[in-house]
């Protein structure tokens, strides 16, 4: 799993944002890895550990990389523009 250069990851995500990129969540994630549909997975540094082992798991079998942040899941859901925590967030293959 890559650790990320914090900026550039938190811009690639707010810009992925704005183009409607990006699936939220750990259950729509994780169904759009399973089906192949994601390129790269973005965790927090808080995800719980059942997650983390699910998305290695899958991101090997789908070939999506698997991107660890440096930041929790509060200012994920933060920069996502929406009122509650993300510890998942998935890039859409295009």
Do not use: W
């Not at 994780?30 to 997650?51: D, H, Q």
């Amino acid at each position: 799993m890559a650790k990320d250069s914090k900026q550039d990851t938190i811009a690639e995500i707010r810009k992925n944002l704005e183009l409607k990129k990006l699936v939220l969540g750990t259950e729509r994630t994780m169904k759009s890895l399973r089906l192949g549909k994601l390129e790269k997975v973005y965790m927090t540094e808080n995800c719980p550990e059942n997650v983390r082992e699910d998305l290695a798991h899958y991101g090997k079998i789908s070939n999506a990389e698997i991107v660890e942040l440096s930041v929790p899941n509060d200012e994920l859901g933060t920069m996502c523009k929406k009122p509650f925590s993300i510890s998942v967030v998935g890039l859409l293959r295009v």
